[in-house]
């Protein structure tokens, strides 16, 4: 027996006498052995963490049911199995962290857990969880070689954060919503995950993914961030609203993008170097972005076609030799763009204007309070400050001109 504390080991013989007088089991403890653990069998209720560390090869956690705190085991190198035969709740933290040896873990009645942290479990191939577990705050699931997640279906989570596992094929959610992290990364080459409930999430983070299906998402209260993914499309058929910003970064086989009901991105509006995306399309009805435009890659068009309001700066930069800024800069010329600078570059013309105070006024109610920024070349207005570098004398003429028309 190997406790933190010597009173710890006073403490079971306690809890023992307590449970066969039907009170509360209650301590914190380090439990080393097996017979440690069954010492604890007499306590339905069991009040305290209880952490597992120590050359334990099987662990075997009888009689709590419901335990009102964590059970922690980290990095016991020759632990093969952990199981817990009548738990059915735990309040607090589940935690199976650096555990290369362990192929078993079964707790076939457990219900809930608080936060469910499986970290680098590299033997393991399933969890056992018989009436699966149905209610938890966050779930992370990484560095695993598990092959499913059967056993775990949650509604509502807080935080899902599943990445590197290289075996799991199959990743469908019955999630509806998710408040705070959504994150995937690294999913198997052959995953398709499917959130075919999920109605809103707060912030998600999808990188390195093969395909992913959002079906019925109408809303993103922050960030939808795809990057570095073998998406060949993104689709979001039912999303009305971003409250944060939307990147789509570096997917290199994007070639479409789908976002037909979407009317708001409150944050800025990213799409760069997806190298497959020939146009930018797919956003018909949004109007209105709330913070900046960083578009970047080779693409023939950028074509947004209700837009009537960027309050952040734009940055439009293709190197299609297709590309042409005219609309854009048309866009910027009506007033469009509130941040303080404005730029489009296409292969044969570049057009910058830093919009100042000046011009803020002269277009109306904008909040712009941009200055002149270093690039650019001062013009007679003082109102837009012009800045053309061009390979085509007669491309930077015309957007010269079309910026004193
Ligand atoms: C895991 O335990 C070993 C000793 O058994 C120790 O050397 C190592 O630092 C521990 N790793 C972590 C991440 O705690
Ligand atoms: C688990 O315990 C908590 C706290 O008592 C309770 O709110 C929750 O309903 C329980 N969950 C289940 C599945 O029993
Ligand atoms: C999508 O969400 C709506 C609204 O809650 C729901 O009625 C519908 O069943 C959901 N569709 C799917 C496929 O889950
Ligand atoms: C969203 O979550 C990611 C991690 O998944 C984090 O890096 C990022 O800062 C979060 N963004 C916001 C706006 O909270
Ligand atoms: C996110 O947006 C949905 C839909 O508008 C809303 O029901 C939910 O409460 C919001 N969640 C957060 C965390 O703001
Ligand atoms: C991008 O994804 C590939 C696998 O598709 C991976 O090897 C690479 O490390 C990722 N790069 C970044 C910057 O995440
Ligand atoms: C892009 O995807 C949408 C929705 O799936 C589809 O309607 C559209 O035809 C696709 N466009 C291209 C160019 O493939
Ligand atoms: C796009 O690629 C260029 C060139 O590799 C790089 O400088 C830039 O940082 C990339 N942009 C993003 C948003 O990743
Ligand atoms: C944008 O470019 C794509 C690819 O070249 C082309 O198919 C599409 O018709 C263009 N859209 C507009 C509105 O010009
Ligand atoms: C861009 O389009 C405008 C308007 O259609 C046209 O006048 C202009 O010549 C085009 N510029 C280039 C470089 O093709």
């Not at 023992?16 to 080393?32: D, H, K, M, P, Q």
């Not at 020759?78 to 362990?102: H, K, M, R, W, Y």
């Amino acid at each position: 027996m190997r406790f933190a504390l010597p009173w710890a080991f006073a403490a079971v013989g306690a809890l023992a006498a307590e449970a066969s007088g039907n009170t509360v089991c209650s301590s914190s403890l380090t439990v080393a052995s097996q017979s440690d653990l069954d010492g604890l069998a007499g306590c339905p209720l069991f009040v305290g963490n209880i952490v597992i560390d120590g050359p334990l090869t099987s662990a075997n956690i009888p009689g709590i049911q419901m335990l009102q705190g964590s059970l922690i085991v980290k990095n016991i190198t020759d632990l093969t199995s952990i199981t817990a035969p009548d738990l059915v709740n735990i309040t607090g933290a589940l935690t199976l962290e650096i555990l290369q040896s362990l192929s078993v873990v079964s707790f076939p009645k457990l219900k809930s857990a608080g936060d469910i942290t499986f970290v680098t479990l590299t033997s393991l191939d399933t969890f056992q969880l018989d009436s699966g577990i149905t209610s938890a705050k966050s779930l992370i699931i990484s560095d695993t070689t598990i092959k499913s997640i059967a056993g775990i279906s949650l509604e509502t989570v807080d935080t899902l954060n599943i990445n590197n596992n290289k075996f799991l094929t199959t990743l469908d959610f019955n999630l509806q919503s998710v408040s705070n992290i959504l994150e995937l990364s690294s999913t198997a080459s052959n995953v398709e995950v499917s959130f075919p409930y999920l109605q809103w999430a707060n912030n998600v983070t999808l990188r390195d993914i093969v395909s992913v299906s959002l079906p019925n998402v109408t809303a993103i209260n922050s960030t939808l961030s795809f990057t570095n993914s073998s998406l060949q499309e993104i689709s979001c058929p039912f999303l009305k609203t971003i409250g944060g910003s939307l990147a789509i970064v570096s997917n290199n086989q994007l070639t479409n993008t789908s976002f037909p009901s979407l009317t708001t991105i409150s944050g800025g509006f990213q799409v760069a170097n997806n190298s497959h995306l020939a146009a930018i399309e797919g956003f018909p009805v949004l109007q209105k972005i709330g913070g900046a435009i960083d578009v970047v890659g080779a693409f023939d068009n950028v074509t947004i076609p209700m837009i009537n309001d960027v309050s952040g700066g734009v940055l439009i930069d293709s190197s299609s030799e297709q590309f042409n800024c005219s609309d854009w800069n048309n866009f910027q010329k009506m007033g469009g763009v509130h941040g303080d600078s404005y730029k489009c570059k296409a292969l044969s013309s570049s057009t910058s204007v830093a919009i100042t105070a000046n011009s803020a006024t002269k277009t109306g109610s904008r909040s712009a309070t941009g200055t002149g920024s270093a690039s650019s070349s001062s013009s007679s207005g003082g109102a837009y400050h012009v800045d053309v570098s061009s390979a085509s004398t007669l491309g930077a003429l015309a957007a010269l001109i079309f910026q004193f028309l």
